[in-house]
């Protein structure tokens, strides 16, 4: 299977930026999408963004405009550039990734803390 191991968080005032990186290990042949979740306490965990191998991404509508995903998977990194950070993305965020099957493994990281204060 695959490791995945997240950095980048931390704690920012509204409107200030942040960069996060997730690095893989493992199987990493296999991943053929990587994305981002997270998730405040009390919620559930819900989508942030996703990229596909093939470079094809998705994004929640509440980071349209203001996050931006990439993917580097020949080295297997992938980044989540959040900028106008809001309050309200303030959770632990975790990165995810999906592989070839069958089978189709699904591997997560730890997860890192993002705070926003207002």
């Known amino acids: 299977q695959v490791q995945l191991v997240e950095s980048g968080g931390g704690l920012v005032q509204a409107g200030e930026s942040l960069r996060l990186s997730c690095a893989a290990s493992?199987?990493?042949?296999?991943?053929?999408?990587m994305g981002w979740y997270r998730q405040a306490p009390g919620n559930q965990r819900e989508l942030v963004a996703t990229i596909s191998s093939a470079g094809v991404t998705n994004y929640a509508d509440f980071v349209k405009g203001r996050f931006t995903i990439s993917g580097d998977f020949a080295k297997n990194t992938v980044y989540l550039q959040m900028n106008s950070l809001k309050p309200e993305d303030t959770a632990v965020y975790y990165c995810?990734?999906?592989?070839?099957?069958?089978?189709?493994?699904?591997?997560w990281g730890q997860g890192t803390q993002v705070t926003v204060s207002s």
């Open positions: 493992g199987n990493t042949f296999s991943i053929n999408i």
């Open positions: 995810k990734a999906n592989e070839r099957g069958p089978p189709y493994y699904i591997s």
